[in-house]
C-alpha cells in the first residue's frame, strides 16, 4: 500500500489543536511538508515544533481568521503562487450550540462563510496547482451530522450538510484532473470542541460532566471517545496515493455511533 506523501505539499486549516492538529502531524509522519493555517499566530508558531519532519523538509503557517473569507483569499492566494499545494485539509470549529428555530439569521450567515465560503476560497486557490500536478486530496472534515442531524445542533447540522453537498458537487467535477474531494465525519473526539460540548450539556441538564460523558459513550459501540490522531490517521489515508479511487464519499470516524448506513 502507497502511503508515501514525500514531496507532497499539505495545507491543513484549524490546525493549532485537536483534530487539525492531529491531522498535520499525521501527514507529515507520512512525509508531507505541511502548511498550517489559522488565526493565532503564536499557537501556530508552537504547533509547527511539534511537527515531525524527514529530512530536509521544512514546515511553515500562514496567519488567517475564517470570520474573514477576504483576508483568507488574499494569503491563501498570495501564498500559492510561489508554493504548489496538493493536499488541502478543510477544518475550523463548529457553529455555537443551540436550536436551529432559535437562531439568528447572523448566526446562520457567520457559519456559511467561515464554513463553506472559506471551503469554497480555498479550493479555488490550489486547483489550479493540483491540476498541473495531476493530484490533489481535499480532505473535509465535518460531523456526523450529516449523516443523522444532532439534537442541539441546528445551525451546524444546517451548515454541515450544506458542506457535504457542495463537496459532493465539486467531487465529480475534479475527479478528471486526478483530484479527490472527501469529508471525514467525526464522532466524539477528544478536543476543546468536546469538552465545550460536555460542559454545555452539563449545565443544561444540571449532571456532572461525568455523567453526560458517560451517558454519551453508552451510545458508541466502541465504548469510548475517539482520540483525534485517530480522526487525523483517516484524513492522512485519504490524502494518500493509496486513496486514489476513492472520491466523493462521507466517512464517518465514530467507533460505530452513527445508526444509518
Same mark, same amino acid.
Given at each position: 500500500?502507497?502511503?508515501? =506523501? ?29 502548511? =498550517? ?23 511553515? &503557517? ?25 493536499? =488541502? ?10 436550536? /436551529? ?6 448566526? &446562520? ?25 495531476? &493530484? ?73 460532566? /461525568? ?33 486514489? &479511487?476513492?472520491?466523493?464519499?462521507? =466517512? ?10
Amino acid at each position: 500500500m502507497n502511503l508515501d =506523501l514525500t514531496g507532497k505539499r499539505a495545507l491543513v486549516c484549524g490546525s493549532t489543536q485537536g483534530i487539525g492538529k492531529a491531522a498535520a502531524i499525521e501527514l507529515a509522519l507520512l512525509g508531507a511538508q505541511i502548511t =498550517l493555517l489559522a488565526r493565532n499566530e503564536e499557537r501556530l508558531k508552537t504547533v509547527l515544533n511539534d511537527i515531525p519532519a524527514r529530512g530536509d523538509v521544512r514546515h511553515d &503557517y500562514l496567519v488567517a481568521d475564517f470570520s474573514n473569507p477576504d483576508l483568507v483569499k488574499s494569503v491563501v492566494e498570495c501564498y500559492v503562487n510561489t508554493n504548489r499545494v496538493e493536499i =488541502l485539509v478543510n477544518n475550523t470549529g463548529g457553529p455555537p450550540a443551540g436550536a /436551529a428555530s432559535d437562531a439568528k439569521l447572523d448566526e &446562520y450567515l457567520s457559519a456559511f462563510n467561515i464554513h463553506l465560503i472559506c471551503n469554497q476560497i480555498l479550493v479555488q486557490a490550489v486547483m489550479p496547482c493540483m491540476k498541473q500536478a495531476g &493530484y490533489g486530496r481535499i480532505i473535509n472534515v465535518i460531523s456526523t451530522s450529516v449523516k443523522t442531524p444532532l439534537k442541539g445542533l441546528g445551525v451546524s447540522n444546517t451548515i454541515r450538510g450544506a458542506v457535504a453537498s457542495w463537496a459532493k458537487t465539486i467531487a465529480a467535477e475534479l475527479g478528471p484532473f486526478g483530484i479527490t474531494v472527501n469529508n471525514v465525519l467525526p464522532g466524539y473526539t477528544l478536543t476543546s470542541r468536546f469538552e465545550s460540548l460536555r460542559s454545555s450539556k452539563s449545565e443544561k441538564e444540571e449532571k456532572s460532566e /461525568a455523567e453526560i460523558e458517560k451517558e454519551m459513550v453508552s451510545d458508541i459501540p466502541a465504548g469510548r471517545i475517539a482520540e483525534a490522531s485517530e480522526i487525523g490517521a483517516a484524513i492522512a489515508f485519504l490524502a494518500s496515493p493509496a486513496a486514489s &479511487y476513492i472520491n466523493g464519499i462521507n =466517512l464517518p470516524v465514530d467507533g460505530g455511533k452513527t445508526p444509518c448506513l
